[in-house]
Each structure stands twice: as C-alpha cells, then as structure tokens.
T-cell receptor, first 113, second 114 residues
Framework: EDKVVQSPLSLVVHEGDTVTLNCSYEVTNFRSLLWYKQEKKAPTFLFMLTSSGIEKKSGRLSSILDKKELFSILNITATQTGDSAVYLCAVDLHNFGNEKLTFGTGTRLTIIP | KAGVTQTPRYLIKTRGQQVTLSCSPISGHRSVSWYQQTPGQGLQFLFEYFSETQRNKGNFPGRFSGRQFSNSRSEMNVSTLELGDSALYLC?????????????FGEGSRLTVL
C-alpha cells in the first residue's frame, strides 16, 4: 500500500527560528513529490521535486528530495507568523497517464511572535 | 482568472440522507479531482475526472460517486450518509501542457453528518 509519512506531527517555534519538516514515502510508480501549504481551507502549491539532490528554493523556503532514501525535507528559515500553517507532503503516482496524489497527514507549524 | 469554486461551503445532514457537492474548475482546466480531508486520515483521494471520464478512483465505498460535465464542472454524491463521512471535501483542478504537478484547490465543502 502506498504510504507517505510526515514528521513531526506538530511543531511550535519562535519567530526567527529555522525549521525542518520531514516527509518519507513508500510508493510504486513514483513520479514526483510535492509540498503544499494549508492555512485555512485550500492547500496552495509550494514545490514539486522530481530529481534527487536538486534543491528547490523560494525565498525563505527550500526543499530537497532523496530518491534513494525515499524522503524529502522542507526547510523554512527566519520563520514569520505568516508561516503558521499545516504543511502537506504528497506523492504523485504516474500510471498510464492517470494521476492521483497520496498525501501525508501533514505537519502543523505554529510560529510564536 | 477565477479560482476553483465549490458549493455549498457548509452543510449539515443526518445519517441516511444523501448529499451532492459541486465544483467548478479554473477555466480551461479539464482535470478535476476530489479529496476527503479528516483530522485523523488527512487528505485522501476520492476520484479524478478528465473530459467527463473517471480516470482513477480511490479506496472509498460505492456510496461515493461523481461525474463531470462537458463544461468540466464536476459533482460528487454521497448516498446513505454515515457519521464518519463528516469531513472537508476538497476539489482540485489542473490544466494541460507542461507537467507541473500543481493542483489548484477550492475552499472546500464542510459536511457535518448528525
């Protein structure tokens, strides 16, 4: 059975801290790994990673994928209160053109001012 | 460009009833997928439609069904509601062209079953 596991489940840090969120997966027909941010209702896309060892970066957020060890990390530096959200990791399974995302349960990040 | 629109946003039903949820994708997007989100299970894939055809289905009972219309709008239906069906139902659309993996989610329909 395809599985995506995120850790920690929740994290509380002070503004300005750096955090690392983890995502490991066991799936068949891996196509890509994606990170989403969910603040209230609608998850919003952060990154897609397909190649091992290549860092994706957007401002204070960065992510990297290790396809050999089957995990990814999401780093957030100099955290701000606006970073408080649930961060979701998902794996895209490619099978004859039909795609579906398998999500982890998420990491709830809380930034204390 | 308008985003993904889901209706209704909130609804309350009782056990045994049925419910229909609607999703209008971003204009030009032909793929629509549905997810159920609960605190314990996270987001779970329900099904995906493309050009009015169901291309993939998750591990949900037959009480969960869906369809897509020629204008790409989609509906999902849950019959004989159970307490465990209480959840946030999210719809997402994606476009064609270069694969980006990105899904555009709607705000969701919050279903409460009493």
């Amino acid at each position: 059975e395809d599985k995506v596991v995120q850790s920690p489940l929740s994290l509380v840090v002070h503004e300005g801290d750096t955090v690392t969120l983890n995502c490991s997966y066991e799936v068949t027909n891996f196509r890509s790994l994606l990170w989403y941010k969910q603040e209230k209702k609608a998850p919003t896309f952060l990154f897609m990673l397909t190649s091992s060892g290549i860092e994706k970066k957007s401002g204070r957020l960065s992510s990297i994928l290790d396809k050999k060890e089957l995990f990814s990390i999401l780093n957030i530096t100099a955290t701000q209160t606006g970073d408080s959200a649930v961060y979701l990791c998902a794996v895209d399974l490619h099978n004859f053109g039909n795609e579906k995302l398998t999500f982890g349960t998420g990491t709830r990040l809380t930034i204390i001012p | 460009k308008a985003g993904v629109t889901q209706t209704p946003r909130y609804l309350i039903k009782t056990r045994g009833q049925q419910v229909t949820l609607s999703c209008s994708p971003i204009s030009g997007h032909r793929s629509v997928s549905w997810y159920q989100q609960t605190p314990g299970q996270g987001l779970q894939f329900l099904f995906e439609y493309f050009s009015e055809t169901q291309r993939n289905k998750g591990n949900f009972p037959g009480r969960f069904s869906g369809r897509q219309f020629s204008n790409s709008r989609s509906e999902m239906n849950v019959s004989t509601l159970e307490l465990g069906d209480s959840a946030l139902y999210l719809c997402a659309s994606s476009g064609q062209g270069l694969y980006t993996g990105e899904l555009f989610f709607g705000e969701g329909s919050r279903l409460t079953v009493l």
